[in-house]
């Protein structure tokens, strides 16, 4: 008997080793991550620049809560330009003016001019 008890020792530490694994390599990531942009010094007393990139100025006027901003007509009577980005050109055929509509693009509202 005292020679079974090594002899299973042996066989189980084989065992043990051999399902011991290593895992299975990780897949690259789908994506390339950016890495977090440092934070601009702002003045603040000068002009505030847009998020957007645009310069001081071409900011459209500030709406008061409760109001929403007017579209902008374009040559089709049918069809206006969305105050809100991606600015895309939306149509409000069935719509009167100072109706509120919905931007599909972003689910904000505005006022049919």
Same mark, same amino acid.
């Given at each position: 008997?005292?020679?079974s008890?090594p002899?299973l020792a042996?066989?189980?530490a084989a +065992? +043990?080793a ?5 895992p299975? *390599? ?5 994506? #390339?991550p950016? @890495? $977090? +942009? !440092?934070p601009?010094q702002v *003045?603040? %007393?000068?002009?505030?620049? *847009? !998020?957007? &990139?645009? !310069? $001081?100025?071409?900011? @459209?006027?500030p709406v008061?809560p409760?109001e929403?901003?007017t579209?902008?007509? #374009?040559a089709?009577?049918?069809e206006?330009i969305s105050? %809100?980005? $991606? ?6 055929e069935g719509f009167?003016? &100072?109706? +509120?509509?919905?931007?599909?693009s972003?689910?904000?509202i505005f006022r049919?001019?």
């Open positions: 008997m005292r020679m008890k002899i042996t066989a189980a +065992l +043990l051999a399902s011991c694994t290593p299975p *390599d990780v897949p690259p990531p789908r994506f #390339t950016r @890495p $977090p +942009l !440092p601009e *003045d603040p %007393y000068g002009p505030s620049a *847009d !998020p957007y &990139g645009n !310069p $001081p100025g071409n900011t @459209p006027p008061r409760g929403y901003p579209a902008s007509r #374009t089709n009577p049918n206006v105050p %809100y980005e $991606p600015y895309n050109v939306i149509d409000i009167r003016s &100072g109706q +509120l509509a919905r931007d599909p972003n689910n904000q049919v001019p």
